[in-house]
């Protein structure tokens, strides 16, 4: 779980493989993905294997870390089928 969701941290030194995890990386531990499915012409989102546990972890610490401000991104592509179908 926790290699999942660190596979992008740079590594220079051994030592650094097991650092704390960091905000961003949580944030790519529990985040969807967009992706386009080619058979029924829409978009879908998928998660990471370990996001549930991810988030009964951090439920189990505190609510508030839920409360915070993370910016919503959305690719263009996406954002202009939403503005059609509005």
Request: negative net charge; proline residues 5%.
């Amino acid at each position: 779980m926790f290699v999942d969701a660190t596979q992008n941290r740079p590594i220079i030194h051994e030592a650094q493989k097991y650092l704390g995890i960091t905000m961003e990386e949580l944030q790519y531990a529990v985040r969807g993905r967009f992706r386009w499915n080619t058979s029924e012409l829409m978009w879908e989102v998928s998660y990471k294997p370990y996001r549930d546990y991810w988030i009964l972890i951090l439920l189990t610490v505190t609510e508030r870390l839920f409360a915070l401000q993370i910016p919503k991104v959305i690719p263009e592509k996406i954002s202009a089928q939403y503005e059609q179908q509005d």
